[in-house]
């Protein structure tokens, strides 16, 4: 006997996700989910970011990692909170792993969460954290070609931070190619070309993110 | 790699059902269909891999998994429907074992499939 279902696979972690998009409104957090390839510079961007955001507000940062707390320990001058997530060969954060996470986290006296993704470049897009921004970083020295060959993840990102452009030369990367490849499979996303390693290539897109976060702070 | 998250999510999401509707109470799982858009999220010899391994610890270890594309989707996954027989023999009812003592036998879960 067949019977008809029609259920998302992802409807549960969907359903975390809401709740805790709920929790995060409910304390006026704002939430990003920074997604990357392996070695793209996400640790490093979050270095730069933090010594930019944590005169400015109250900053949590959520690790998720194969295996060891490498990043995190290297976040520790910010005196921060941190939590770490070894998923032990997960090969992405879910949004149950941040519902435990957020469990240790003073919610009531925080602006903003940074929750770092297990670096890959297909499996997080399918996982909704219940973040609010959804920040794509992406290294030339990956080439021009990835856009298409990892459509899911570039479509769904609201922002991609093209990194390590003071290595495009090196690379024989032509920048505009690589936008247009973004643009391909995204044409709404906002684009900032960045040098993690370099605060004055950075702040537009800081200038970017605080508009976010101050947004969320006046909902 | 994920694609076993999803296989235990697939499980998850049928074991629900299966135990929580009373029609379903003296049935056995047997087949679960999954509408699968382009671009694909999964590998579906992949995903079907892992289901017929996470699916052994359930109380219906021969049940398959049956990937279909579906030209009205995007990169989603939908369980669309599920098959199930009723359990085989009394004593699978009196245990509630749901054919986990008939499937058990691993050969006999291979012909199954």
Known sequence: MEITVLKNVLIKNNAIGNDNR???NKNKIFVANIISSPGAG??????????????RYRVAVIEGDLYTSRDAKRLQPFNIP??????????????????GAVQSLPLDNLDIILIENVGNLVCPASFDLGEDLRILMYAVTEGTDK?????????????????????????????SELVDEVRSVNEKAAIFPISALKQETLVEWQQFFEEKVKAKKNE | MHESSKAQQIIEIVSELMTTDPTLAKKKLTKVTLEMGRPYIVSPDSLEFYFAELIKITPWPCATLSCIESKELGPELIIKSIEVDDLDTQEDLADGNHGTKKCSDQEQCDRER
Do not use: W
């Not at chain 1, 996400?42 to 005169?55: F, G, I, V």
């Not at chain 1, 941190?82 to 060969?89: A, D, F, L």
């Not at chain 1, 090969?91 to 941040?98: P, T």
């Not at chain 1, 060959?149 to 931070?161: M, S």
């Open chain 1, 42 to 55: 996400k640790t490093t961007l979050l270095e730069s970011t933090l010594a930019y955001l944590t005169s």
């Open chain 1, 22 to 24: 709920s929790l995060f």
């Open chain 1, 82 to 99: 941190i939590v770490q997530i070894n998923t032990e060969g997960g090969c992405h954060l879910d949004a149950r792993m941040i519902h």
């Open chain 1, 147 to 175: 856009p298409q060959k990892y459509a899911n993840i570039f479509a769904g990102a609201e922002v991609i931070l093209v990194n390590k452009v003071d290595l495009a030369d090196l690379c024989h990367i032509d920048l």
